[in-house]
């Protein structure tokens, strides 16, 4: 089993910025790719960001692009998600997720997730 905790979120004005931390911990010899998602009241889980544990691929959602950096840090299996520029569209429950498959985008494809950490980005 994967064991993901999220940290780093809270109340930001809009144009500010946070950023979000996944430590994993466990069984993680499966996991192969990482990724962010974000859910607002009253919508459907969003894909935000993913980052593999190896090699230099990234992947943004339209919506983040330009203003979220996902990285990472292997030796203490930490996944970062750096957020510039908030907007209060922004505001939503964050959870980091772990993947043995390729596809990415869809929630469907990760097998373990976190708890998820609050943004609240106020105008």
């Known amino acids: 089993q994967v064991r993901l905790v999220e940290s780093g979120g809270g109340l930001v004005q809009a144009g500010g910025s946070l950023r979000l931390s996944c430590v994993a911990s466990?069984?993680?010899?499966?996991?192969?790719?990482m990724g962010w998602f974000r859910q607002a009241p009253g919508k459907e889980r969003e894909f935000v960001a993913a980052?593999?544990?190896?090699?230099?691929?990234?992947y943004y959602a339209d919506s983040v692009k330009g203003r979220f950096t996902i990285s990472r840090n292997n030796a203490k299996k930490t996944v970062y998600l750096q957020m510039n520029r908030l907007e209060p569209e922004d505001t939503a429950k964050y959870y980091c997720?772990?993947?043995?498959?390729?596809?990415?985008?869809?929630?469907?494809?990760?097998?373990?997730w976190g708890r998820g950490t609050q943004v609240t980005v106020s105008s």
């Open positions: 466990g069984r993680t010899f499966d996991s192969f790719i």
């Open positions: 980052i593999r544990w190896s090699g230099s691929s990234t």
């Open positions: 997720a772990s993947s043995a498959t390729g596809y990415y985008t869809s929630a469907p494809s990760y097998n373990y």
